[in-house]
């Protein structure tokens, strides 16, 4: 029965995102189906997000449809399959024909579909609120992420981001591991099957110690080159007979550098494969072919050249530097907490999202690793999961402050499981953000949140997970630290509930302005006369009545003063008195 709802979830995706011709790559992380897709125009962002088995649709290199832990993983074969057989059968008409279809309402909706939506309320055309619907809130956080997203397509920032896609493999075998490892830790502490704790803790540690060459062989993979040859030079790295080199007058130690020399390591060995497949100018004719191996020798010569160039200068150089940095890094993010505490914690968990929205967040991800790696937890994650906590406690005060606005209290309820458990985007891009004053308390419940969590911290209960890519209430099983497990799980459970709080508290009082609130707390069902009701109060009531041709009686009677009985016979003066209100700005 399962597979049959995965396999019915499948299907009714692939139209609405245009098909299979429609699509160029396949992927999926923990919690996102990833798609790439040739034509954007074809997906149908609507249609998707009213599928039960979706929480949200997110658009950044590629275009992520959320469905949840677990489900994601069951789901996305079923779609491959599904994409595999349509493209064996030649069905590829199939989207296209359905493109007008997609296109069409779109496209013809400033024409054609104006008029039916504004038809009701043609009467005072700025009486009508422009974002009380959760389908336009949406769209105005659609266009905010486009914009943001053409800002951050800097080569900085887009290379932060190919670094982050060479960790997002990885996730899987971080939290697989990583619970173990909690298991194993627990089982430890009650003395509990001590012959079997040995056996978990080899499965626990065994990925991490050979984490090096993971990350080689995606960092080669995602930047263009062979990705066995970036995993063989970053394997030089754990060797354990590298102890017996020395490098700076000091023996080198296996490991030394971890995950930052092995990504170090792998983006030299891409640039020597290719600087022996292309030349060292590649732009260059003549130096093109005098500098690259011949095509001959190329399958001797560069892989070769390639493990020994890079080899020697990752031995000679990149693990001591690497290693250097990997240790400054974690003692700085000791020294923080222990010495900055609540501060640290508020100003990391306020700013997290704003770094999002920026692109610098992927920076992080190399830094979580390598804590990770060096203390067998990242004490970072859990206090910037604080501003996930922040989103959930506003978008619950939203959800309170405007009871007559049933589109955006759908699109909040849907979205509430999904920032339970950390995904946070439907929340962010379909409400706080394209809200404005919901996002900034947001931001100060997630600082709050953090805030609490680093001083504890500070006071020595230290909280931190054993993975990325988990956050909220899936973090519970990766959450790890100084004192026992159950400690820190109420001081990360304390942490969430002062994020949530704060959130809420913040956006209930502070985060509508009244004339905002008053626009927005409006069924987007009702027709005009309920408008009119709901904002000016003491209209009287009396020309109500009458509402094919009497629009302008609600602005010129009562706000300029004009008579009813002569103004409504001639046609000539019914543009102007719509007009009127507008002009008076009481929107």
């Given at each position: 029965m399962t597979e049959d709802k995965n396999r019915a979830t499948a299907a009714a995706i692939l139209p609405l995102?245009?098909?299979?011709?429609?699509?160029?790559?396949?992927?999926?992380c923990m919690t996102r189906l990833r798609l790439g897709v040739r034509d954007r125009s074809l997906v149908r962002d609507e249609a998707l997000k009213a599928l039960p088995a979706v929480m949200g649709v997110v658009e950044d290199d590629t275009y992520q449809i959320v469905l949840g832990p677990g489900t994601v993983a069951h789901v996305t074969p079923e779609f491959e399959r599904l994409v595999e057989q349509a493209r064996t059968t030649d069905r590829g008409p199939e989207p296209r024909a359905g493109a007008p279809e997609a296109v069409t309402p779109e496209a013809g909706a400033p024409e054609a579909g104006a008029p039916e939506?504004?038809?009701?309320?043609?009467?005072?055309?700025?009486?009508?609120?422009?974002?009380?619907?959760?389908?336009?809130?949406?769209?105005?956080?659609?266009?905010?992420?486009?914009?943001?997203?053409s800002r951050n397509a800097t080569p900085v920032k887009l290379f932060l981001r190919r670094i982050a896609n060479v960790f997002v493999p990885l996730i899987p075998a971080?939290?697989?591991?990583?619970?173990?490892?909690?298991?194993?830790?627990?089982l430890t502490n009650l003395g509990w099957l001590p012959s079997v704790v040995p056996a978990l803790a080899a499965i626990a540690s065994g990925f991490m110690s050979l984490i090096a060459v993971f990350v080689g062989?995606?960092?080669?993979?995602?930047?263009?080159?062979?990705?066995?040859?970036?995993?063989?030079?970053?394997?030089?790295?754990?060797f354990p007979g590298i102890a017996h080199v020395t490098a700076f007058g000091q023996k080198l130690v296996p490991g030394q550098g971890g995950v930052l020399g092995a990504l170090g390591a792998a983006l030299l060995a891409v640039q020597v494969e290719k600087c022996c497949r292309n030349g060292v100018f590649p732009?260059?004719?003549?130096?093109?072919?005098?500098?690259?191996?011949?095509?001959?020798?190329?399958?001797?010569?560069?892989?070769?050249?390639?493990?020994?160039?890079?080899?020697?200068?990752?031995?000679?150089?990149?693990?001591?530097?690497?290693?250097?940095?990997?240790?400054?890094?974690?003692?700085?993010?000791?020294?923080?907490?222990?010495?900055?505490?609540?501060?640290?914690?508020?100003?990391?968990?306020?700013?997290?999202?704003?770094?999002?929205?920026?692109?610098?967040?992927?920076?992080?991800?190399?830094?979580?690793?390598?804590?990770?790696?060096?203390?067998?937890?990242?004490?970072?994650?859990?206090?910037l999961a604080m501003a996930g906590a922040g989103q959930v406690g506003a978008a619950l005060a939203v959800y309170l402050r405007l009871p007559h606005n049933r589109s955006l209290r759908t699109t909040i309820k849907s979205a509430l499981p999904a920032g339970f458990l950390g995904v946070g985007e439907p929340l962010i891009y379909g409400v706080s953000l394209p809200l404005g004053r919901p996002f900034i308390t947001a931001c100060i419940g997630g600082a709050c949140g953090g805030g609490f969590i680093g001083l504890f911290n500070q006071l020595g209960d230290t909280v931190g997970s054993t993975a990325i890519g988990p956050s909220g209430w899936a973090l519970f099983p990766l959450v790890k630290g100084a004192q026992p497990v159950t400690t820190t799980l109420v001081v990360y459970a304390l942490g969430l509930a002062v994020g949530y709080l704060t959130g809420f508290l913040a956006t209930y009082f502070f985060g509508f302005s009244k004339q905002l609130r008053a626009d927005l707390n409006t069924d987007p069902d009702a027709t005009a006369p309920t408008l009119s009701e709901t904002d000016p109060a003491t209209t009287g009531g009396s020309p109500a009545p009458p509402t094919p041709n009497m629009p302008d009686p609600p602005g010129a009677s009562n706000a300029l003063g004009t008579p009813p009985a002569s103004d409504t016979p001639t046609t000539p003066n019914t543009p102007t008195a719509p007009g009127s209100p507008a002009g008076l700005g009481t929107r």
């Open positions: 995102v245009g098909g299979a011709k429609n699509l160029t790559s396949i992927a999926h939506a504004v038809a009701p309320t043609a009467g005072p055309p700025a009486a009508t609120p422009t974002a009380t619907t959760a389908e336009e809130l949406a769209a105005q956080g659609a266009a905010l992420k486009a914009r943001q997203k971080l939290i697989g591991c990583g619970i173990v490892a909690g298991i194993n830790g627990l062989f995606q960092t080669a993979k995602e930047f263009g080159g062979t990705p066995i040859l970036g995993g063989a030079v970053a394997a030089i790295i754990v732009g260059r004719a003549k130096s093109r072919r005098r500098g690259r191996v011949p095509e001959a020798l190329d399958v001797l010569l560069t892989p070769t050249l390639t493990v020994l160039v890079t080899g020697l200068v990752t031995i000679f150089g990149l693990m001591f530097v690497a290693g250097e940095v990997s240790t400054a890094i974690g003692t700085f993010a000791t020294w923080l907490l222990a010495h900055g505490g609540a501060f640290a914690g508020f100003v990391l968990g306020g700013l997290f999202l704003p770094l999002v929205m920026l692109g610098l967040h992927q920076a992080l991800i190399p830094i979580h690793t390598t804590l990770i790696e060096q203390q067998g937890y990242t004490v970072l994650l859990p206090i």
